[in-house]
């Protein structure tokens, strides 16, 4: 899927795009290496985790999204591919309701002021990566060079993979712990973590932080997402909302 839900509730859906399935070896040595990642140390388990992002992309079965892996974190999409993007391609669009419609590259939010933040990821379906690192450019700093119109009320979220949608009202994304993120975990963020920008919104589920992000897009009133459209909380406050108790992330 696509915001990590995308790493919380969807397995990765086939795919002729993302080559022939994997064979029972590799399968039975991804399995054997997952279970290593549980107890390994932070290197190791970095190591893993990226190892199953790539095992991912290239399993149609959607097998490898059962495997433990130490990181914490795992690669879904809601689509059956997801193109990829580096500095050469990538394009943030800002537009909507403002007075200044801009679109930047990835050189461009990366000259920007960075806020880092170490925070909890809770995901809706009861995950958590504790202490996650996350750095990129304030949401609000965004918004304030589009110049926001009086009516507006909310911002869309779109994404390059063609499919998943996320919204917060005007307030939630002025929050000054909501991100158009960057590095994640101290490095900058892989596809598999939906790189090379994502949002984050660090006071919610998981789902709410839109990977593979390429549109923010004001709008007058809140337009549900992807999840929300299948019966999740628009406001997604961790332990107040969707029938859970999880402890606040911030």
């Not at 909501?178 to 892989?190: P, W, Y």
Request: charged content about 25%; aromatic content about 8%.
């Amino acid at each position: 899927m696509n915001s990590e839900q995308p790493e919380e509730l969807g397995e990765p859906q086939p795919s002729a795009e993302r080559g022939a399935p994997i064979g029972r070896r590799v399968l039975l040595g991804t399995i054997g290496l997952g279970a290593l990642g549980v107890v390994a140390a932070p290197p190791l388990q970095r190591a893993l985790e990226s190892f199953l992002g790539a095992a991912a992309e290239k399993d149609p079965t959607g097998l490898t999204g059962l495997l433990p892996n130490g990181g914490g974190f795992r690669y879904y999409s809601v689509t059956t591919s997801v193109p990829h993007k580096d500095a050469s391609n990538y394009r943030l669009t800002v537009d909507g309701l403002v007075d200044h419609p801009k679109t930047y590259t990835l050189d461009d939010l990366r000259a920007l002021p960075q806020t880092r933040m170490v925070k909890d990821v809770q995901c809706v379906t009861g995950w958590r990566v504790p202490h996650t690192p996350f750095e990129g450019v304030r949401l609000s700093h965004l918004l304030d060079a589009a110049g926001v119109r009086g009516r507006a009320g909310a911002v869309r979220f779109s994404c390059f993979d063609g499919a998943y949608t996320e919204s917060l009202t005007l307030d939630q994304a002025r929050r000054s712990d909501v991100l158009v993120a960057l590095r994640m975990q101290d490095k900058d963020i892989g596809h598999a973590h939906g790189g090379p920008v994502r949002l984050y919104v660090a006071p919610m589920y998981f789902y709410k932080s839109a990977k593979w992000l390429s549109g923010i897009t004001v709008t007058e009133d809140v337009r549900p997402g992807y999840w929300e459209k299948l019966g999740y909380d628009v406001d997604a406050w961790v332990g107040r909302s969707n029938g859970r108790d999880d402890d606040p992330t911030s």
